[in-house]
């Protein structure tokens, strides 16, 4: 069992940046990885990473605007999100997945947390 806490959610205007932690309990060395879900869409895929931060995957919307890492020695992961449009606006949520294979597919992911909201205005 692996508890996940994502913190870090806010308000934030157009064009500005918003950094969102995900604290892993214990600590992960499987994929792990973040998705949003905006009021009546469906969860989609934002970015995922290996243990290392090595190999990393970016939705289409998140390439060249977000970012990804993990500090494994305390269990976290971050998701930087520049340049943020109101289309950015969800609750994204952290996910670790039970294998070290990075996808976006939302059913590899077993171990979820319970979303924090960002909102960016226009």
């Known amino acids: 069992q692996v508890l996940l806490v994502e913190s870090g959610g806010g308000l934030v205007q157009a064009g500005g940046s918003l950094r969102v932690s995900c604290t892993a309990s214990?600590?992960?060395?499987?994929?792990m990885g973040w998705f949003r879900q905006a009021p009546g869409k469906e969860r989609e895929f934002v970015a995922s990473?290996?243990?290392?931060?090595?190999?990393?995957l970016f939705a289409d919307s998140a390439k060249g605007r977000f970012t990804i890492s993990r500090d494994n020695y305390n269990g976290m992961m971050f998701l930087q999100m520049n340049s943020l449009k109101p289309e950015d606006t969800a609750v994204y949520y952290c996910?670790?997945?039970?294998?070290?294979?990075?996808?976006?597919?939302?059913?590899?992911?077993?171990?979820w947390g319970q979303g924090t909201q960002v909102t960016v205005s226009s």
């Open positions: 996910a670790a997945a039970k294998t070290a294979e990075i996808t976006g597919v939302v059913s590899n992911y077993f171990y």
């Open positions: 214990p600590r992960t060395f499987s994929a």
């Open positions: 990473s290996n243990w290392s931060g090595g190999s990393t």
